[in-house]
């Protein structure tokens, strides 16, 4: 049986999201401080351990909103102590997925130390002795966000394989709203489909696209999956060279 997540600490959860600005995604959190305005309206989709989510309410000041959803159960737990703890006054959160319908789905939870892991996915795995499955609402951000007051201005996601359905789930808001998405994909982590089809759907509602190559914004015509995305047998082959978050937006 898991553990239980660790009791919710301040400095924990501080010093993830200082690590995350700092170090591990400089360049996606520094686009993010810059590009994300005061009083924007923001979604977080598949928040974790909100490392991102705190920089996002950063960003968008008291008078701005994010909406964030995060599937698992304990991490959303987590995130619901920490805004309290904090008393975040411009975040609401969601138990729940995105997706292109509503409907309860499988959530795959690999090597579940604590019974979280930011490899959770909605894409078939077989489960093992280390991993478990459990239920979760999925519901699009469509219907979630039909009768928002606010437009959408900026979209960070991050879903494990699963992004050309959230993507499809919200096409009226990706079409009316027009945000920016900063999100996850990788190659390996597809079933049925590969990156390209993503990038497509996102080409096909009037995005481009972009990468952080050497810390710049470049268009995505030059990203070469076998240079920035090259696996063996579904490992990374080279941490430094591996290029899994872009950026789209509509000109």
Known sequence: MNAPIKPFSKITFLFRALKYRYRNDREELQYIMKNVKHGNTVLDIGAHKGAYLYWLRKAVGPKGQVIALEPQPTLFQYLETAISKFGFKNIKIHHAGASSVKDTL???IPKAEGGTSPGATFEKRETTENSHLIEVEVIPLNDLLKNRKSKIDFIK???????LDAFKGASDILLEDRPTILFECENRHLKGITIFDVFAYLNSLGYSGFFFLNSVLTPLEQFDIAIHQA?????????????????????
Request: a negative charge; hydrophobic letters at 40%.
């Open 106 to 108: 499988s959530l795959f």
């Open 157 to 163: 996601m991050d879903v494990e394989g699963h992004e």
């Open 231 to 251: 696996t063996h047998e579904g490992e990374i082959i080279d941490k430094k060279k591996y290029i899994n978050n872009f950026v789209f937006k509509v000109a």
